[in-house]
Nanobody, 126 residues
């Protein structure tokens, strides 16, 4: 089993920046991919960005490409999400997810992941 904990969410103004962190523990050697999802009230979870853990390959959703950048630190088993030029539409609970075992790509479906955190709230005011 692997456990992830998100942090870094906050209330910011439009155009501001935040850096989210996700610390993984447990069977971290089995991680094949980690991704960020977000969920606004009344809608399903949306893929934001993810990383193939072994290679560092990143996949970024079109809605945030150019503004959000995922990264990883394998030594500390930590994934980050740098969010710039934030918009009110980015307001959501952001979840960190981890997939164990083999993965040929970075899954964009939440159900493809084995573990997720409690979520961290990002609120962007106009």
């Amino acid at each position: 089993q692997v456990y992830v904990v998100e942090s870094g969410g906050d209330l910011v103004q439009t155009g501001g920046s935040l850096r989210l962190s996700c610390a993984a523990s447990g069977r971290t050697f089995s991680i094949s991919a980690m991704s960020w999802f977000r969920q606004a009230p009344g809608v399903e979870k949306e893929f934001v960005a993810g990383i193939r853990w072994s290679t560092g390959y990143v996949d970024i959703a079109d809605s945030v490409e150019g503004r959000f950048t995922p990264s990883r630190d394998k030594a500390s088993n930590t994934m980050y999400l740098q969010m710039n030029k934030l918009k009110p539409e980015d307001t959501a609970v952001y979840f960190c997810t981890a997939r164990l075992g083999r993965s040929p790509n970075v899954p964009r479906v939440f159900a493809s992941y084995d573990s997720w955190g409690q979520g961290t709230q990002v609120t962007v005011s106009s």
